[in-house]
């Protein structure tokens, strides 16, 4: 078996489905690839509609107790057979090539170095004015800014389409569950580095997003994402050097001199005249409310351990 395909699910049944039939259009030999899903909670109606349906490739599916993206992740690394992994999401749509084209890559560059091939992943279909936003002004997924075949950073690397090679997966230690969502593949992507890995952006290897958020649902993930950025540069103190002080001093120009009312009223008149300075602000208020949030919780945790020791002695 040549690739494993990983794909961890939540909430997304559609969106899966719609995913799942791509893949009998991947050109690649049958018996060389497998798709394995792990849905992130036990949902019957999802594992029927699933398994009701004959497909080309070998197909697993699997679920766990709603743990996050990490966990569900490494469950699926964990049963792959294959030499190389891919992982992706539910919402990506593979190219016809996407599994050549890793490969490709991977013989370009000597299959026995540690190399990550970090996948492009634009959006599907037209933009609306707020994804336009999103795709073309380096907030999210901005590998079109990147030149093919270029080293990208450790935390630049994301969920949704990217393949290494299985043992080194788990010589790695697999994903950190402690960051359920998108940062533990930051996470990994900095340990990747920091162990003489490399990340090499693979534009000629795609996958499509086919998930599209509304504006508010998209400032609740930014709350989530500011929450764990924060334990990221806890965590990798010395690799982020600098940058919880500069974040530090962020929150005071986006979340500090605001108000959750004055937000709420630019929310509403951004609907009527969409403005990318505008749509900039409001999603570094919530990033930043989040980043907020959990760095004055450590610090109340850590000034109780203090007040503990003191009182101990």
Not at 243 to 268: A, G, L, S, W, Y
């Amino acid at each position: 078996m040549k690739f494993s395909v990983v794909i961890p699910v939540y909430k997304g049944t559609d969106l899966l489905l719609n995913t799942l039939k791509f893949y009998e259009k991947v050109k690649f030999p049958r018996n060389e690839f497998e798709v394995i899903v792990v849905s992130d909670e036990i949902d019957p109606m999802l594992k029927q509609y699933v398994l009701d349906v004959k497909r080309s490739y070998k197909f697993i599916f699997t679920e766990i107790e709603h743990r996050g993206q990490g966990a569900a992740s490494n469950v699926g690394a964990n049963i792959a057979i294959g030499e190389y992994i891919l992982f992706t999401c539910q919402d990506a749509i593979p190219d016809r090539n996407i599994l050549r084209n890793h490969i490709s890559l991977f013989n370009k560059f000597n299959c026995n170095e540690r190399i990550v091939s970090a996948g492009y992943a634009p959006y599907s279909r037209d933009y609306d004015n707020f994804h336009d936003f999103l795709a073309n002004n380096g907030i999210q997924f901005a590998y079109y800014l990147l030149a093919d075949q270029v080293e990208i950073k450790g935390e630049y690397l994301n969920c949704v389409n990217f393949a290494l090679k299985r043992q080194l997966f788990r010589e790695m230690g697999g994903f950190d569950e402690r960051f359920p969502y998108d940062c533990c593949y930051s996470d990994f992507g900095i340990r990747w580095c920091r162990n003489e890995g490399k990340i090499i952006c693979n534009k000629k290897a795609m996958a499509q997003r086919n998930h599209f958020a509304s504006l508010e649902s998209y400032c609740d993930e930014m709350v989530h994402r500011g929450k764990y950025t924060y334990k990221l540069h806890l965590k990798h103190k010395d690799y982020f050097n600098g940058t919880v002080e500069h974040f530090q001093n962020r929150i005071m120009d986006c979340f500090h001199m605001k108000n959750e009312e004055m937000v709420q009223k630019q929310m509403k008149q951004v609907r009527f005249l969409p403005d990318k300075a505008l749509y900039k602000e409001i999603i570094e208020y919530f990033f930043f409310k989040g980043y907020y949030l959990e760095s004055h919780e450590h610090c109340l945790i850590e000034q109780a351990k203090d007040t503990l020791k003191v009182n101990i002695v």
